[in-house]
C-alpha cells in the first residue's frame, strides 16, 4: 500500500475499533439488557459449549465487565440517544469513505488488505446480530 492508503487503513481501523463498536456494537450487544439475553447469549454462548443454566450467569457477568469497560472509554457517559446518532455518523464517515476511494473488489483496488478484514468483520457482525439498524432507530 501507498503511505496515504496506509494512513487512510489507519483511519479506517481506528474509528471502527474505538469509536463505532463502542457505539454500535455495545449498544444492540450489550448495553440493552433484553438484547444482551436475546441475541448476545444465544450467539455468543449457545456455541461455545457453555452449559444453559449458566448462560444467565454469563450474560449477566459479560454485560457488566462490558458496561463498566464502555464507562470508562466514555462511550458509555453519552445518552442512548448520543450513541446511536455517534453510531450513525461512525457508519457514514465509512461509507462516504469508502465510497470516495474508487472501485473495485477491495478497500484499495483489487488486492486485499487487512482494512477489508476489519471492515468486513464489524459490519457483518453488526448486520448480521442486530435486532434493530442503529440508524433506523435513531432517525
Given at each position: 500500500?501507498?503511505?496515504?492508503?496506509?494512513?487512510?487503513?489507519?483511519?479506517?481501523?481506528?474509528?471502527?475499533?474505538?469509536?463505532?463498536?463502542?457505539?454500535?456494537?455495545?449498544?444492540?450487544?450489550?448495553?440493552?439488557?433484553?438484547?444482551?439475553?436475546?441475541?448476545?447469549?444465544?450467539?455468543?454462548?449457545?456455541?461455545?459449549?457453555?452449559?444453559?443454566?449458566?448462560?444467565?450467569?454469563?450474560?449477566?457477568?459479560?454485560?457488566?465487565?462490558?458496561v463498566k469497560r464502555a464507562?470508562?472509554?466514555?462511550?458509555?457517559?453519552?445518552?442512548?440517544?448520543?450513541?446511536?446518532?455517534?453510531?450513525?455518523?461512525?457508519?457514514?464517515?465509512?461509507?462516504?469513505?469508502?465510497?470516495?476511494?474508487?472501485?473495485?473488489?477491495?478497500?484499495?483496488?483489487?488486492?486485499?488488505?487487512?482494512?477489508?478484514?476489519?471492515?468486513?468483520?464489524?459490519?457483518?457482525?453488526?448486520?448480521?446480530?442486530?435486532?434493530?439498524?442503529?440508524?433506523?432507530?435513531?432517525s
Open positions: 500500500l501507498s503511505a496515504a492508503q496506509k494512513a487512510t487503513s489507519h483511519l479506517l481501523r481506528k474509528l471502527v475499533e474505538e469509536s463505532a463498536y463502542w457505539t454500535v456494537g455495545y449498544e444492540w450487544r450489550w448495553a440493552n439488557k433484553q438484547l444482551c439475553k436475546k441475541i448476545t447469549g444465544p450467539q455468543y454462548l449457545d456455541g461455545l459449549g457453555v452449559p444453559k443454566f449458566m448462560i444467565g450467569m454469563a450474560i449477566g457477568s459479560g454485560r457488566k465487565g462490558t464507562v470508562a472509554h466514555g462511550a458509555g457517559r453519552h445518552s442512548i440517544q448520543d450513541r446511536a446518532t455517534m453510531g450513525c455518523e461512525d457508519m457514514a464517515a465509512m461509507e462516504e469513505t469508502l465510497v470516495s476511494l474508487g472501485e473495485g473488489p477491495f478497500v484499495f483496488g483489487d488486492k486485499v488488505s487487512t482494512i477489508d478484514c476489519v471492515l468486513y468483520g464489524f459490519t457483518a457482525n453488526t448486520l448480521y446480530t442486530a435486532a434493530v439498524w442503529p440508524c433506523d432507530a435513531a
